[in-house]
């Protein structure tokens, strides 16, 4: 969160201060120009001040979106967990009012996500862990038109086990061009996953989807830093009502927990 909050404040910048002086009818029109171009949808803030009849200091302010094109483009996917030839992702274009475009041009490139780690030993007997991310292009995997409603599917096929980013892209008339993307985690069995480790052994346990009904199957992924772990799994609602144990890989470490109808 204080990665986000100084990335927010870098993108902050004071454009212009204008000495503005009212007409006899009491009003003018205030200019702003050499605003920078946007890559994402942003917000340009204007703020005015001024002194009352009483000499008191007064505000004023309004905001305007701005967009880097005449398109937005969204995308989603029904589940961040995939296997290999099964990523899909759904999409919806519209204009800067949100009404639905339709037989606009868009294209879908996938990237993944490595994550790279070198485990140092300190003073001690300790450890710790030096870890980056490297982003590698993996090409366009669709390309097409959206439908009379604005939306589109794209189907991807043949994805590396691990981290993927399908990110789609649209262009304007003019050439701008607008982006939207959605991260998936492709297991395969065989292939050694590694999650960037840290200098604890925190193990995370994560749920496809934020809400179950009963009688459906909850499907669960245990980011642990082991290669091979022993799993004692309990469904709880006060007290125990279930349990069983998992032996779990981090190349298989999917859990199905059934929500029985009690």
């Known amino acids: 969160k204080d990665t986000e909050a100084q990335t927010e404040r870098d993108e902050q910048k004071m454009l212009k201060v204008q000495n503005l002086k009212l007409k006899p009818d009491g009003g003018i029109l205030a200019v702003i120009n050499q605003i920078p171009v946007v890559k994402k949808i942003g917000k340009l803030s204007i703020e005015m001040e001024y002194h009352d009849p009483n000499g008191e200091v007064k505000t004023a302010s309004a905001e305007k979106n701005l967009f880097p094109s005449e398109f937005i483009v969204g995308l989603r996917s029904d589940t961040w967990i995939a296997s290999p030839g099964k990523i899909s992702a759904q999409g919806v274009i519209t204009d800067t009012s949100g009404k639905a475009a339709a037989s606009v041009h868009f294209t879908v490139e996938a990237f993944q996500s490595n994550y790279i780690t070198h485990r140092k030993k300190l003073v001690g007997g300790f450890y710790s862990y030096d870890s980056k991310t490297e982003t590698v292009a993996l090409g366009q995997v669709c390309e097409g038109k959206?439908?009379?409603?604005?939306?589109?599917?794209?189907?991807?096929?043949?994805?590396?086990?691990?981290?993927?980013?399908?990110?789609?892209?649209?262009?304007?008339?003019?050439?701008?061009?607008?982006?939207?993307?959605?991260?998936?985690?492709?297991?395969?069995?065989?292939?050694?996953?590694?999650?960037?480790?840290?200098?604890?052994?925190?193990?995370?346990?994560?749920?496809?989807?934020?809400?179950?009904?009963?009688?459906?199957?909850?499907?669960?992924?245990?980011?642990?830093?082991?290669?091979?772990?022993t799993v004692l799994v309990t469904i709880e609602r006060e007290g125990v009502l279930d349990g069983f144990v998992r032996e779990i890989k981090r190349d298989q470490s999917t859990i199905e927990v059934p929500l029985k109808g009690n």
């Open 146 to 229: 959206s439908d009379s409603l604005g939306r589109f599917s794209c189907d991807a096929k043949k994805m590396p086990a691990g981290s993927v980013i399908l990110q789609a892209k649209v262009n304007d008339d003019k050439g701008h061009s607008t982006f939207a993307s959605v991260s998936m985690n492709v297991f395969e069995s065989g292939e050694d996953l590694w999650w960037a480790p840290t200098d604890s052994d925190r193990i995370d346990f994560i749920p496809e989807r934020n809400r179950y009904e009963p009688g459906e199957t909850a499907k669960m992924v245990l980011r642990s830093p082991f290669q091979k772990s």
